[in-house]
């Protein structure tokens, strides 16, 4: 596994979590059709290969062929995959998919209170090959992907959130850290691009750069900070993803209802990439949709169907949204939610951050908090019936936005000058 705050001198070895114990994935099933010189070990006991294996969780216990061991472990040669039969992507969004995965490398398998947890462990580098096009598609520009490329080691080395190291692996394979299928999606540019900017990171003031990203930014860029805990880096600010800044101040109301209607001329808006192409460039698990402005709604009982669930709190009907801060790129800060209980009593709440915000208003999980929210009222009502959300960007905004870095690969941008505007201030080094 990675050492926190160390800056490796060589190629490490990374851990990534595939089946994860919140999967609640009783059996997982791997096909062994492709493998090369391969290798499963129960505990030290070598078995015998199948051509599939259904392995089981029980306990604390796994169990295959009605035999129960604390681990299996699998290893195999180079040129082969294992393929695992059903592995969630987009865990925890509306749009969660089972897919088959390829995985290279060694695997490993232990069970927690009959949950299975899939580990596998492979170079770095490998890994960074398949979330490259993983995360996007292989038919982005050559740019765009060394630049991801780039982003994906930085963030990875930058090793700051550790979310999974109580489960003995350093990242997860889904959005929660940085999508990786395998080689499913595997080309011979995405190896390349590995290859060619091996050891390369994002500096600042000897760090390496935590490098965060998001899908769509919608114009501009937003501040750590105002996003994750209270540490701003000074790489990672309100920025216009524009050749050119925007005179305009999202953190105001009025200014913020001009924003979503109009489309800026920015590197991830359809001044760069068409609505109608920019599917060809998405991930094999996102939506089809719009990602620079779109609108979605809610009726008043989806609502309080929704805010009962994820604040836990006595709701009988919303009566009003009152946005109290915005972030410099429109997304919302704190949220006065105005509501009336089953006793009929006029209450209060009071939710923070863009996370929160798109989670608690609408049960798809919306895509960003940088939105204008309509009230709609049937005639001589008191009692809203829905709620309008008009949003710009798709994601937190922070650092690098895919969308707009593809956009500026498609202008004609380096990987270099791409991963330098949306980190601005910091610079290139090979470590290793």
Not at 237 to 245: C, E, F
Request: glycine share 8%; net charge negative.
């Amino acid at each position: 596994m990675l050492i926190p705050n160390t800056i490796p001198d060589k190629e490490p070895e990374i851990r990534v979590g595939i089946v994860l114990p919140e999967d609640k994935q009783k059996i997982i099933v791997l096909d062994f059709e492709n493998t090369v010189d391969c290798i499963v070990k129960a505990d030290e006991t070598k078995l015998l290969n199948g051509t599939e294996l259904a392995i089981e969780g029980e306990g604390d216990i796994v169990v295959l062929n009605e035999e129960r061991y604390e681990n299996i472990t699998i290893e195999q040669g180079d040129g082969g995959f294992v393929m695992v039969k059903k592995v969630i992507a987009g865990r925890g969004f509306h749009w969660a998919k089972y897919i088959e995965v390829k995985l290279t490398g060694k695997l490993e398998m232990k069970s927690t209170g009959g949950n299975l947890i899939l580990i596998n462990r492979l170079p770095l580098e490998d890994y960074l090959a398949s979330v490259a096009t993983s995360e996007m598609s292989a038919e982005c520009p050559d740019s765009y992907i060394e630049a991801q490329t780039i982003v994906a080691r930085s963030w990875m080395l930058a090793n700051v959130e550790q979310k999974h190291i109580h489960l003995g692996f350093d990242v997860c394979n889904d959005d929660c850290c940085q999508r990786f299928q395998g080689i499913n999606n595997l080309t011979d540019f995405a190896q390349k691009a590995a290859k060619s900017t091996k050891g390369l990171v994002l500096m600042y003031e000897g760090k390496i750069v935590d490098a965060r990203y998001s899908k769509s930014c919608g114009g501009i860029m937003e501040k750590f900070e105002n996003l994750w805990e209270n540490d701003p880096k000074p790489y990672m600010q309100n920025k216009s993803d524009a050749p050119y800044d925007f005179e305009i101040d999202l953190t105001k109301e009025e200014e913020l209802k001009k924003w979503v209607d109009e489309v800026p001329d920015s590197f991830c808006s359809p001044h760069y990439i068409k609505e109608e192409e920019l599917h060809k460039y998405l991930g094999d698990v996102d939506e089809d949709g719009h990602y620079f402005r779109w609108i979605e709604e809610t009726t008043q009982e989806e609502l309080v169907e929704n805010i009962r669930e994820k604040l836990e709190i006595d709701v009988l009907s919303i009566m009003e949204l009152i946005v109290l801060k915005r972030a410099g790129s429109g997304r919302i800060l704190e949220l006065e939610i105005k509501y009336t209980d089953t006793d009929s009593v006029r209450k209060s709440v009071i939710i923070y951050k863009d996370y929160e915000v798109r989670r608690v208003l609408h049960r798809k999980f919306l895509y960003s908090s940088a939105i204008d929210i309509e009230t709609l009222y049937d005639q001589g009502k008191e009692v809203p019936v829905r709620f309008v959300f008009k949003g710009a960007g798709w994601g937190h905004g922070a650092g690098m936005c895919q969308i707009g870095g593809i956009g500026m690969s498609l202008a004609g941008y380096s990987s270099k000058e791409i991963v330098e505007h949306y980190y601005p201030g910091s610079s290139l080094k090979k470590i290793y």
